[in-house]
Structures are given as structure tokens and as C-alpha cells.
């Protein structure tokens, strides 16, 4: 099947998220782009360039030295950044530079630099044995084999193994991963350049944000991944990126190798119709409305607002993103286009006696179980968000894990094994610098007033109980029994926290902690929702491969590109810098310029470029990264590289894999671009290699990781 995907790949090569294995398929596309290394070296992971690519667990980052240096967006280290900020010494505010390996700081705890390393295709292995179980013993069956695949690639110190599903279970993938586990701030400029723009111009072009900050990875002096220790040095990797300081041109080839979150290019007609009509509209309303609240209950410049800034930031970009999503569905023919590809596919399978054999139920058993999923939605998006609360899911995490560990470690929940347990540590310790008691109370009263007005049948007994919610809701008596749930937990104490991990089931029994007794109240529904949910997801387990199937032999047979949604694998995509339309009469180039921030600039936050910068710019200090086609220093680009949330951090290579930029945004057209990519408004967003580097030259003077870098000119 592999090759058949791989041969598939046309002349509208932008578009796709490509498993590194598939590009020597595609070798003779890739050179006449702009290619100029191998692409049988894209290919293999222990090879430059890919294994100078590598994943932070929710963003993508790269080495650019042989000591471990890592650049990635400084949104992607805006946690660890907001981590050592104090009112006192604001490193998101100020920016912050280490001159010397002895003055980086840790990261947030449990921050982990992640090196793929190897890929196997475990398909058979996988599904062996588990294809005549159903629902919840099939998903049981699998997570077993998975889980024993993971276990025995783990069997190495300091490696981290993860199963993945591509095209919805119809191939699986063991993927084997160093974990260093000592990562160190090194650099991040202020934020008034390193998040110049700000909400407002979050998804917007034109853009002039130096997207950018630096980690450093550290390890033993054997060499191998170890705990924070002064004793640690500097990781050296087999390969790392030179910096072009000649930068792209409009035109030029480009691509990105990253870990691109979730995409939905494969979904059905139903399943976009309530996203768009109902999930995206209400996961908005709750976004904006946690903002609000953050912001009205921690004052500006308060430690309680610094604590916060990491979500509110996220929360933001979810909810532009969510807000656009919501306009160009409107205005797109999105579900049309998706209901006559059923069709279509239907009319396919039809013509055919073999394909009704093999694929003849499928449409309407996928339909079926679609409409099952989305029967308690209500409920289940008030309960997703109520994790985002610190005390509930605390509580309800470390009772979980005293109910696991009464189990074999084979057959407790993922998150719960013994693997799990350094990252469930830090866990408990990064909440010390990521919550307010006022903060979460006023979240947590929000999202259970929003609960409790839910029809009856849909709310759950054990929750109603433990806050008090009856049929008539009395927002004084919740206001009342959460003001004294939060005055008498002592979750909030990090020891008290670290302790209750090595506790009994009876211990959480006995406590009279208001959280603790919540979770003990509420687990045994919490476990029969979970149970509920696992059935139904192994039921579509066995239904989404048998439909991808379909989906993949009709698009081969159509001549159509056909690649795995994206599932934070490690990926390449190709393609150009290029301008846009983004509507009729406007032309976007591809590049914006030093003056840009000048006619931006206000002096207010967020268009609050430092002084220094702005004086640099008025004199024209442009010094070795001035391009005479712009007439100035660029310092953001446009490409038509098919990304999406993952790819924050992501090299922009050059044909020779030189680092030209970083990927940290797309247009706001493309937001949509998760559920279908269009060649004419579908534009990623660099940072310019030449304005990271000018930044760190002549506004921030770090010298000394230039002194250390390879750049190319």
C-alpha cells in the first residue's frame, strides 16, 4: 500500500504531509522543485537533515550547533520562559540571554527534547489476534499490543516509544525516540519582538514577529539523557543545521520536516457539518469566555496574571483560530464538496461487486457511529474544558493513579505506568507556576453554571452531588461551597502533592481533602464514561480503516495525492515562497521589511518595538542581512508549504537543508486549512533566518551563540 500512496504524488506536490519513508517515491518531483541533496537522505532519520529535526512534544525545534543548541518559536518556549519570570525579573517582558553554559536556566519541568531515531511499520503486529474482538475489547486488544510494542522498545535507557495510527488504524507505526530530559533556556528576545503583534496579529499578514528562542540540550558526561545536574553537559548531535544568511527569494524552493498536530482532510460530510456548526461556535464561546475571566480575576502585571499568560496566549490562538474557521466554512463550499465525494465514493463502490463485498457497509456504519459520538456533546465539551481547572484535575489524577498501581504495570492506563511516572512528577511541580486559587475558582464556578443549566439526563449524579447542583441551581450556595473547597485543600502545596503520589486507594478514602473526596466521589462514573467512550471508539476502530481503505483505492484510482492526516509524526512538506490574494484587488507579498515595524509601531503593547530596535532600523543598520530586491532586512516570509499546529518551530530548509527561517503561523485564510488545503490561500508563515540573525547581532548582542553557530553565507 506504502508505495501505491507514494506513487500517487502528482504535480500539486504542495499539498501534503509526507512520511519521511514515502520521498524517495518521489525523487525526480522533489529535484525538479528545487531539491538539491538526496531525497533517499530525507528519508532516514539517522541521517542529516533529519536528525537535526526534532520534537518537543507539541511544537518542532532543531540543533543548530554541535553543543546541543536548539532553535525553536518563542512560543513554543513561552511556558519555560513564563516559568522563571517573576514581577521582579520579567523574562517575558525583558527578554533574557545566557552568556555562559553556567547561567541557562531549566526549562519547565518536564520538558523533554525528543530525537526520531527509527520508524517500523508494526501493522500486522498490531492488529494480530485482535480483528474478531469488538468495541471495548478490541480497543483494549490493541492498546495491549501497543502497549507491549512500546515496552519492549523502551527496554533501552533513555529512549521514549510511541505507537501511531495513520489513515484511521489502517497502518501502525512504532516510532523510537531518544528523550533528553535536561533542557535549559539559553535566549529568548523580549516579547515586544518576540511576540511583536500580539493577539492582533496573530494569523495575519502582514506580519513582523521574531518568532524565535533558544534551548539547550544537556546530558551525562557518559553522554546518555539524565535528570537536570550541574554535572551535565551540552548534548552533541550526530547533525545540526547551518544558519543561511543568504536567506530564500520569492520563487525559491522551500521545505519544512516537523511534527504537525492533527488534521481532518478524511472526515465525512456529518462529522464537518457539526464541527463547523456546533464545535467550533461553542468551543469559542468557552475560549473568550476564560479569557475574560483570567484577565478580570488576576490584575495585569500580577504574578496571578504571569502564572496565567501561557493559557490565556493558547486560549487566544484557539479562539482566532475557531473564529476563522467559522467565516471561510460560511463562505466555502466545504460540505458540499464532502457530501458528493460520499457520494461519489458510494456511486465507486457500487459499480463493483468485489468493493461491495469489501466495502459495502462501511459508509453507513461509520455514519451510524458518528452520530452516537456526538449524542452527549454538551455535556462532554463542559467536562473537556473543566480540564483545564488545576484542583478538579489534580485530585482526579492522583486518586486514578492510586486505583492504577493496584494493577500489573502492563495492564494499567497509559499515563499511569511506570514510564509515565517522571513526567506525572513534573506534572505536579510545573502547577506551583501555572495556578491561582482566585484564578481556577472563578473558572471552575463558570464552567459548572454553564453545566448545571444542561437537561437533566445529560448531567452526572456523582458531579451534581459533590458540588451541590440540583434541578434548582443556586449560584450562591456553588459560589459558597467552592470558597470553602479551595480554602481547605492543600493540593495546592506542591510536597503535599509529590506525597499523595505514593498513596493507597484507602488513603483517599479516609481523607477529609474537599478535592480528594470529590475525586473519590465521582471515579466510579468518571471510569463507566470512560468505558463508554473506549466501546464506541473501538467500535469505530474497525470501521474508520475499512473506510480510509475505500478512500485511498478510489484517490489512486482518480490519480490524486493521497497521504495520512497528520497525527504529530514527524512529516515533510514542499513547496515555494510565494504571495497571495487574499481578496479581490489585494496582492500580499512574499516578504515584509525592518520599516514595517517602524509604520507599525505605537509604543503600545503589543506594537512596542524596543527603542534600540527602532533607532537601528531609522539608521538603516541593516549590516550583513540587507537584500537589495526589498531594500531592507526581511523579516518574515511567506511559503506554500502545507502545515499545521505542531509545525510551530519547524526549519524552513533550502534546497541544500540550510535553516532559512522558522515556521510559526499561517494566514488567516489557511486556518481551514486543517480540513483542506488550497493551493491559492493556504500560506504558511516564516520567521527570516537573516532577521533572526540581525536581532541577535545587533539589538540583543548574542554573540556568543553566533560565535558557536555554523552560518552559511
Excluded at 492498546?143 to 533513555?158: F, H, P, S, Y
Excluded at 537573516?690 to 558557536?708: F, G, I, S, T
Aim: net charge negative; aromatic share 10%.
Amino acid at each position: 500500500m506504502t508505495a501505491a500512496i507514494a506513487a500517487s504524488f502528482g504535480a500539486a506536490a504542495d499539498e501534503g504531509m509526507w512520511q519521511p519513508h514515502q520521498l524517495p517515491a518521489m525523487a525526480d518531483e522533489l529535484k525538479a522543485k528545487g531539491l538539491e541533496i538526496s531525497a533517499d537522505s530525507i528519508s532516514k532519520l539517522t541521517e542529516f537533515p533529519m536528525n537535526a529535526v526534532i520534537s518537543l512534544g507539541g511544537c518542532t525545534a532543531s540543533f543548530v550547533s554541535p553543543k546541543g543548541l536548539v532553535v525553536t518559536n518563542h512560543h513554543c518556549a513561552y511556558g519555560s520562559i513564563q516559568y522563571n519570570s517573576t514581577p521582579e525579573k520579567n523574562l517575558l517582558k525583558d527578554g533574557f540571554l545566557a552568556k555562559t553554559y553556567a547561567e541557562e536556566l531549566p526549562a519547565t519541568p518536564g520538558s523533554r527534547i525528543f530525537v526520531t531515531e527509527e520508524v517500523t511499520n508494526v501493522t500486522d503486529k498490531v492488529i494480530a489476534g485482535q480483528m474478531d474482538k469488538m468495541g471495548n475489547e478490541f480497543y483494549k486488544g490493541i492498546e495491549l499490543q501497543q502497549k507491549t510494542l512500546v515496552a519492549e522498545c523502551e527496554q533501552q535507557d533513555g529512549y521514549r516509544c510511541q505507537v501511531y495510527s495513520f489513515h484511521g488504524g489502517l497502518e501502525y507505526y512504532l516510532v523510537k525516540q531518544l528523550e533528553i530530559r535536561d533542557v535549559r533556556l539559553a535566549y529568548n528576545p523580549a516579547a515586544s519582538v518576540g511576540k511583536y503583534g500580539g493577539d492582533i496579529d496573530n494569523w495575519m499578514w502582514p506580519r513582523h514577529t521574531g518568532d524565535f528562542s533558544f534551548y539547550r540540550a544537556y546530558v551525562s558526561k557518559d553522554g546518555k539523557p539524565a535528570d537536570f545536574s550541574k554535572d551535565n553537559v551540552p548534548y552533541e548531535p550526530k547533525s545540526f543545521l547551518k544558519v543561511s544568511a543568504k536567506g530564500v527569494s520569492d520563487g525559491d524552493f522551500v521545505m519544512v520536516a516537523g511534527y504537525p498536530g492533527r488534521t481532518n482532510r478524511y472526515r465525512t460530510a456529518d462529522e464537518v457539518s457539526n464541527q463547523f456548526g456546533w464545535a467550533y461556535p461553542e468551543g469559542k464561546v468557552l475560549q473568550e469566555r476564560m479569557i475574560d475571566i483570567i484577565k478580570e480575576t488576576a490584575p495585569e502585571g500580577s504574578d496571578e496574571r504571569i502564572k496565567y499568560e501561557s493559557l490565556i496566549a493558547g486560549l487566544a490562538n484557539y479562539a482566532k483560530n475557531f473564529t476563522s474557521m467559522i467565516e471561510f466554512y460560511g463562505k466555502s463550499t466545504m460540505l458540499a464538496e464532502r457530501e458528493k465525494v460520499e457520494s461519489d465514493l458510494a456511486n465507486w463502490i457500487g459499480k463493483d461487486k468485489k468493493r461491495q463485498q469489501q466495502y459495502g457497509e462501511t459508509l453507513s456504519n461509520l455514519e451510524q457511529l458518528v452520530a452516537k459520538s456526538q449524542q452527549n456533546q454538551e455535556r462532554d465539551i463542559l467536562l473537556g474544558y473543566i480540564g483545564y481547572t488545576t484542583m478538579v484535575t489534580t485530585a482526579r489524577s492522583l486518586y486514578r493513579l492510586a486505583n492504577e498501581k493496584t494493577l500489573a504495570d502492563m495492564a494499567r492506563e497509559p499515563g499511569y505506568q511506570d514510564r509515565d511516572m517522571t513526567n506525572f512528577t513534573s506534572s505536579m511541580e510545573r502547577i506551583d507556576r501555572r495556578y491561582a486559587a482566585n484564578v481556577d475558582k472563578a473558572l471552575l464556578a463558570d464552567l459548572l453554571t454553564r453545566y448545571a443549566a444542561l437537561p437533566g439526563e445529560q448531567r452526572i449524579a456523582s458531579l451534581d452531588k459533590a458540588f451541590g447542583i440540583t434541578n434548582k441551581f443556586d449560584a450562591k450556595a456553588l459560589a459558597k461551597t467552592l470558597d470553602k473547597m479551595y480554602a481547605k485543600t492543600k493540593l495546592d502545596d506542591q510536597d503535599t502533592r509529590l506525597a499523595w503520589m505514593n498513596k493507597s486507594v484507602a488513603d483517599f478514602k479516609a481523607s477529609n481533602d474537599p478535592f480528594i473526596q470529590f475525586a473519590v466521589q465521582t471515579y466510579d462514573s468518571d471510569m463507566a464514561l470512560e468505558k463508554a467512550k473506549k466501546q464506541l471508539e473501538g467500535e469505530l476502530m474497525k470501521v474508520r480503516p475499512q473506510y480510509m481503505d475505500a478512500i485511498i483505492a478510489y484517490n489512486r484510482e482518480l490519480g490524486k495525492p493521497v497521504y495520512a492526516d497528520a497525527n504529530s509524526s514527524l512529516r515533510v512538506t514542499v513547496g515555494n515562497v510565494k504571495g497571495y490574494s487574499p481578496q479581490d484587488g489585494l496582492m500580499a507579498e512574499p516578504f515584509t521589511r525592518l520599516e514595517g515595524l517602524l509604520a507599525k509601531d505605537t509604543g503600545v503593547d503589543p506594537f512596542d518595538a524596543p527603542a534600540k530596535q527602532l533607532e537601528l532600523i531609522k539608521q538603516k543598520q541593516y549590516g550583513d542581512y540587507y537584500v537589495k530586491a526589498i531594500d531592507s532586512v526581511p523579516v518574515n516570509f511567506l511559503s506554500t508549504l502545507d502545515t499545521t499546529g505542531g509545525n510551530s518551530g519547524s526549519p524552513t530548509l533550502n534546497g541544500r537543508a540550510e535553516l532559512v527561517g522558522l515556521l510559526f503561523d499561517g494566514v488567516y485564510e489557511s486556518i481551514i486549512g486543517d480540513w483542506g488545503y488550497d493551493a491559492q490561500s493556504n500560506r504558511s508563515i516564516q520567521v527570516d533566518s537573516r532577521y533572526m540573525l540581525w536581532v541577535m547581532k545587533y539589538l540583543d548582542n548574542a554573540d556568543n551563540l553566533l560565535a558557536e553557530m555554523d552560518i552559511a553565507k
